[in-house]
């Protein structure tokens, strides 16, 4: 090496020393009010004796259905979050497979009365059903917050954080329906939203009627709306089907039509039966079928053409983040602070790439 090459690799050297040195120069060890972050960082003393003062925390989450898989990924989720906070995690949930609020709150009415319990997350599915288990909650000192469903007008809404998808978010499902019929080709027909809306899951209804009013709208804008039937039922919240029977009544609803180019299902319950209909009719990939939800049943439906797609609302979200917010209430004051997991339009070309881990 010459020793001008020298000279010049020896300042190299002096410069990225120089660079790193600069670099590390803002770091910072104490706040500006004095206190150090490390410090501030750690758990309040008193925070494992909140409420019920035995040393730890515990928290109950309770859903409306635990008996189809779709809740599975948001007890992970909450587990993963209790287990990070050294929280003890009850997880509840009506045993059935389709919504069943009237045992959720028999489960909540149980859990509210235990001493043990210093944190409560719930859904929420039929507005104005959970007010006396707040106002409970609240008169008891224990924190609540809720998932998964909105409610509204839920008593201290403004005091609750949420975490969960807008229903406004099924939108996105009605515009892929409607883009669906027209790439098809379809002259014309009917374009159905199935739904068990006597079960009153105000969340459920909502979604149907942004679905539909998305699709009218994509068909409006193309100037084909006269072409098709578009029906949500005669309020817009769904044509409502057998709960009892769901599977053969939407069959019999596609075939009574006779003309279907289109349906979809606003959640994890209607969205496999829709599937199923389609599968049992033969009519694979030859309808546009959209619903809610990626549980496996869906996803496997997705990839045999049963269903065009289905849209994801990320539950194991839906379980950590409640368990992160009622910690953090606890422990620092932090409250009311909502999630919104978004929409996520999950088809063929995309299906394997979800489900990893639990997270859908």
Sequence with gaps: MTKLMKTLALGAAVSLVGTY??????????????????????EAPTTKNFHSKDGKLTFAIITHTAGNGFFDPTYVGAQVAADAFGINLIKLGSEAPVDDIPREIEILNQVINDPTIDGLIMTTPQSGAYDDIVKKAFANGIPVATTNSFDPKILNRSQISHTGQLSSAASIGGEALAKCVLDS??????????????????????????????????????????????????ENIGIDVNKDDITNSVVSLIE??????????????????????????????????????????????????????????????????????????IDRGVSAAN?????????????????KRFEN
């Design 185 to 234: 080709g379809a002259k014309g027909g009917s374009i159905i939203f199935p739904s068990t809306t006597t079960l009153g899951n105000e969340e459920v209804n909502r979604r149907v009627t942004a679905a539909f009013e998305a699709a009218v709208k994509v068909l409006n804008d193309a100037g084909r709306l006269n072409d098709f039937k578009v029906d949500a039922g005669p």
């Design 256 to 329: 009574s039509r006779g003309d279907v180019v289109g349906g979809f299902a606003a959640n994890g319950f209607v969205t496999p039966a829709l599937g199923d209909a389609v599968a049992q009719l033969k009519l694979n990939g030859k309808i546009c079928a959209f619903g809610f939800d990626l549980g496996p049943k869906q996803q496997e439906q997705i990839r045999t053409g049963a269903l065009t797609g289905s849209l994801g609302q990320q539950p194991f979200l839906q379980g950590f983040w409640p368990v992160a917010q009622l910690y953090l209430q």
């Design 21 to 42: 040195a600069y670099a590390q120069s803002g770091s910072l060890d104490k706040a500006v009010g004095g206190y150090s972050f490390q410090d501030a960082a750690k």
């Design 339 to 355: 999630l919104d997991t978004s929409a996520q339009l999950v088809t063929k070309d995309t299906v394997d790439l979800v489900g």
